[in-house]
């Protein structure tokens, strides 16, 4: 198994400019997540999803910020227009059941200049 | 709403010696898991130890255990004989299984972090 597969890795980009993450959880898992990390304050939870329907997006920032899961194999995080407080990691996440252990990707590094 | 709270923001412990991590939760809900993850400096978010709530045993995994007081709601972490290795960031988190009204099954949600320097 892969494991949680997040892309980019590190991504630098431009205030104003659309960024978007994405996220392959591991194959069977039913639950996926969105984490933000900042020094600031630490993780936070952005959405989550169950059997592709989100549910509870109260983390999501504001309007500038989006999440979709089309299928069970594919998430997208998307930030249009990007501003420098997003600079962060993100983190995808992803589980069987909702008790059980969550697998992380490895994040993806966001710099907004 | 359900909040876990990590007093220490750093600790630190001598190679060998024993560290407790302590981890507060706050929650109305019956049925729920704890875990505590640990992310060391390539960022990688590893799983150390979980503990369901229905059992009243303290998980333990290998020089890692946990002291779990349900009616305190404090989960604390305990790694034995530490290690260089240890040295990481450690999350508590706090997952629901159902909730009342239905909202937020499945949700886990992370304390703050604790950074751990082990010394040579």
């Known amino acids: 198994d892969a494991g949680v597969i997040q892309s980019p890795r590190h991504e630098v980009t431009e205030m104003g400019q659309e960024v978007t993450l994405r996220c392959k959880p591991i194959?069977?898992?039913?639950?996926l997540f969105w984490y933000r990390q900042t020094m600031m304050r630490g993780l936070e939870l952005l959405i989550y999803?169950?059997?592709?329907?989100?549910?509870?997006d109260s983390g999501m920032p504001e309007d500038r910020f989006s999440a979709k899961m089309p299928n069970a194999s594919f998430s997208t995080l998307k930030i249009q227009p990007s501003e420098p407080r997003d600079s962060a990691v993100y983190f995808c996440?992803?589980?069987?059941?909702?008790?059980?252990?969550?697998?992380f990707g490895a994040g993806s590094r966001l710099t907004v200049l | 709403a359900q909040t876990v709270t990590q007093s220490q923001p750093e600790m630190s412990v001598q190679e060998a010696e024993t560290v407790t991590l302590s981890c507060t939760y706050d929650?109305?809900?019956?049925?729920?898991?704890l875990f505590w993850y640990k992310q060391p400096p390539s960022r990688q978010m590893i799983l150390v130890i979980r503990?369901?709530?229905?059992?009243?045993q303290n998980a333990t995994e290998n020089r890692f255990s946990v002291n779990f007081q349900k009616a305190a709601k404090s989960f604390s972490l305990k790694i034995s004989d530490s290690q260089l290795g240890d040295a990481a960031m450690y999350f508590c988190?706090?997952?629901?299984?159902?909730?009342?009204?239905?909202?937020?099954?499945?949700?886990?949600?992370f304390g703050q972090g604790t950074i751990l320097t082990v010394h040579p």
């Open positions: 996440a992803s589980s069987w059941g909702g008790a059980n252990v969550l697998t």
């Open positions: 929650t109305s809900e019956s049925d729920y898991y």
């Open positions: 988190a706090y997952r629901i299984l159902f909730n009342a009204g239905g909202t937020s099954y499945g949700k886990l949600t």
């Open positions: 999803f169950n059997n592709n329907v989100p549910i509870d």
């Open positions: 503990q369901e709530a229905y059992k009243q």
């Open positions: 194959s069977g898992h039913d639950y």
